[in-house]
């Protein structure tokens, strides 16, 4: 059992930055690969980054490629998310996962319960 608390969200003007933390509970926290996805209204939930166990690895959604970057530190139990050059778009409710290092919602099996971004024009 993986518990996932997001924090970090709130407003933010088009061009600015926002930094994302996930904290996990349990002991295992090393042994996933640890992913953030995203949700706008109406919309499915899209993929955003996921970075592996060890933290050398990660890829991104081509629509924040060079605007977000993930990291974890796994003495601390958590994963973030710097989030630069935002755009309303980026507005959604963001949600960090643990499970396999994939771009699937279905590969992971912890969740968090999610942090608004607004992003203002």
């Known amino acids: 059992q993986v518990q996932l608390v997001e924090s970090g969200g709130g407003l933010v003007q088009a061009g600015g930055s926002r930094r994302l933390s996930c904290t996990a509970s349990?002991?295992?926290?090393?042994?996933?690969?640890m992913g953030w996805f995203r949700q706008a209204p109406g919309k499915e939930r899209d993929f955003v980054a996921v970075?592996?166990?060890?933290?050398?690895?990660?890829y991104y959604a081509d629509s924040v490629k060079g605007r977000f970057a993930i990291s974890r530190d796994n003495a601390k139990n958590t994963v973030y998310l710097q989030m630069n050059s935002l755009k309303p778009e980026d507005t959604a409710v963001y949600y960090c996962a643990a499970g396999a290092y994939d771009s699937s919602w279905t590969s992971y099996a912890w969740w968090g319960q999610g942090t608004q971004v607004t992003v203002s024009s």
């Open positions: 349990g002991r295992t926290f090393s042994s996933y690969a």
């Open positions: 970075i592996d166990w060890s933290g050398r690895n990660s």
